[in-house]
Nanobody, 118 residues
Framework: VQLQACGGGLVQAGGSLRLSCVAS????????MGWYRQAPGKERDIVAT????????YYADSVKGRFIISRENAENTVYLQMNSLKPEDTAVYYC????????????WGQGTLVTVSS
């Protein structure tokens, strides 16, 4: 199983970025997908999750109304559209996959760095 995340970069506060994560080696549409982030010196935190059928999503309070998680099962890809970015959104963003909402994430991508300048 591989999860390949990309789309990070440097952006000014107020700007937007879209992260992508392409999965291979697993029945993608059956897996819950999530985005996590880890800021320097901090723990890794959940950002957003989406169910396999796209019927259920979750967002951390810190990103509600600004970030949108989506997925295209035909392309084995999950996205994170990040709008109105703030300097505090600066972190390494990771995608992850798990079989159900009640299990731990089993697979992780390598991370992509997002830097938001003020």
């Amino acid at each position: 199983v591989q999860l390949q995340a990309c789309g990070g970069g440097l952006v000014q506060a107020g700007g937007s970025l879209r992260l992508s994560c392409v999965a291979s080696g697993l029945p993608f549409s059956s897996y819950v997908m999530g985005w996590y982030r880890q800021a320097p010196g901090k723990e890794r935190d959940i950002v957003a999750t989406i169910s396999g059928s796209r019927s259920s999503t979750y967002y951390a309070d810190s990103v509600k109304g600004r970030f949108i998680i989506s997925r295209e099962n035909a392309e084995n890809t999950v996205y994170l559209q990040m709008n109105s970015l703030k300097p505090e959104d600066t972190a390494v963003y990771y995608c992850a996959a798990k079989q159900t909402y009640y299990t731990d994430y089993a697979f992780w991508g390598q991370g992509t760095l997002v830097t938001v300048s003020s």
